[in-house]
């Protein structure tokens, strides 16, 4: 099983979450959609305490779904994006969570690379640019470069695999590959037409700040 075709955090209600939830007891794909349901919610709600219980009860859910369909990539990633979401909302034991995270986004790479813009690939990206280094944990610069560069051969339209990769890229010091990549994300994304004068000249001194890097 694939699992459903859904949108990552599609608007949902709380009610609409509690009900899948109750299918999901005996529905993977109800699982499923109640996971996702609450990964919205955790991603909207403003009590950090709200948060934190909607991303541990997403989380359980889309571990039933990963247990009954091991071979689902959305499910993969739903558990992959709730542990983070948890993680982020629990921070003392934060690091304790990367494993999964890591383990599971992996999985959901393997059978649904193409999954949220390549979600799972941009997830590792996110993942080895973010945490601590060994020994405290698994942050990897050079992982981090390779797993955005993945996400772009699969989804390269979405900003957000050019932004991570330049963040990456400016970490690991290769200041003109970073540049060049910040310059192409610009100039696909135009501006309201108030501002287009001005959006053309940052753009135009960002592309000679590009040329400066290529000749040094």
């Given at each position: 099983?694939?699992?459903?075709?859904?949108?990552?955090?599609?608007?949902?209600?709380?009610?609409?979450?509690?009900?899948?939830?109750?299918?999901?007891?005996?529905?993977?794909?109800?699982?499923?959609?109640?996971?996702?349901?609450?990964?919205?919610?955790?991603?909207?709600?403003?009590?950090?305490?709200?948060?934190?219980?909607?991303?541990?009860?997403?989380?359980?859910?889309?571990?039933?779904?990963?247990?009954?369909?091991?071979?689902?990539?959305?499910?993969?990633?739903?558990?992959?994006?709730?542990?983070?979401?948890?993680?982020?909302?629990?921070?003392?034991?934060?690091?304790?969570?990367?494993?999964?995270?890591?383990?599971?986004?992996?999985?959901?790479?393997?059978?649904?690379?193409?999954?949220?813009?390549?979600?799972?690939?941009?997830?590792?990206?996110?993942?080895?640019?973010?945490?601590?280094?060994?020994?405290?944990?698994?942050?990897?610069?050079?992982?981090?470069?390779?797993?955005?560069?993945?996400?772009?051969?699969?989804?390269?339209?979405?900003?957000?695999?050019?932004?991570?990769?330049?963040?990456?890229?400016?970490?690991?010091?290769?200041?003109t590959e970073a540049c060049t990549r910040l310059h192409e994300l610009l100039a696909e994304m135009p501006?309201?037409?108030e501002s287009e004068a001005t959006w053309r000249k940052a753009l135009d001194l960002l592309k000679r700040?590009?040329?400066?890097?290529?000749?040094?």
């Amino acid at each position: 099983m694939k699992g459903p075709d859904l949108l990552i955090c599609a608007p949902c209600s709380r009610e609409e979450a509690r009900e899948w939830a109750a299918e999901g007891t005996g529905d993977a794909g109800a699982a499923i959609k109640a996971a996702n349901c609450y990964a919205f919610l955790a991603t909207k709600e403003k009590a950090k305490g709200l948060r934190l219980a909607d991303a541990k009860k997403g989380r359980q859910l889309a571990d039933s779904a990963v247990q009954r369909c091991p071979e689902s990539g959305m499910a993969h990633y739903l558990y992959a994006y709730l542990t983070g979401l948890e993680a982020e909302n629990d921070p003392l034991h934060g690091l304790e969570l990367v494993p999964v995270i890591e383990r599971e986004a992996r999985l959901a790479a393997e059978l649904s690379p193409s999954i949220d813009h390549a979600g799972p690939h941009r997830m590792l990206g996110e993942l080895y640019l973010r945490t601590p280094g060994m020994p405290i944990s698994i942050g990897d610069v050079e992982k981090a470069i390779a797993a955005y560069r993945r996400a772009l051969v699969i989804a390269p339209g979405f900003a957000e695999n050019r932004l991570g990769l330049t963040e990456a890229l400016l970490k690991a010091e290769e200041a003109t590959e970073a540049c060049t990549r910040l310059h192409e994300l610009l100039a696909e994304m135009p501006p309201a037409a108030e501002s287009e004068a001005t959006w053309r000249k940052a753009l135009d001194l960002l592309k000679r700040l590009c040329a400066t890097k290529n000749a040094e």
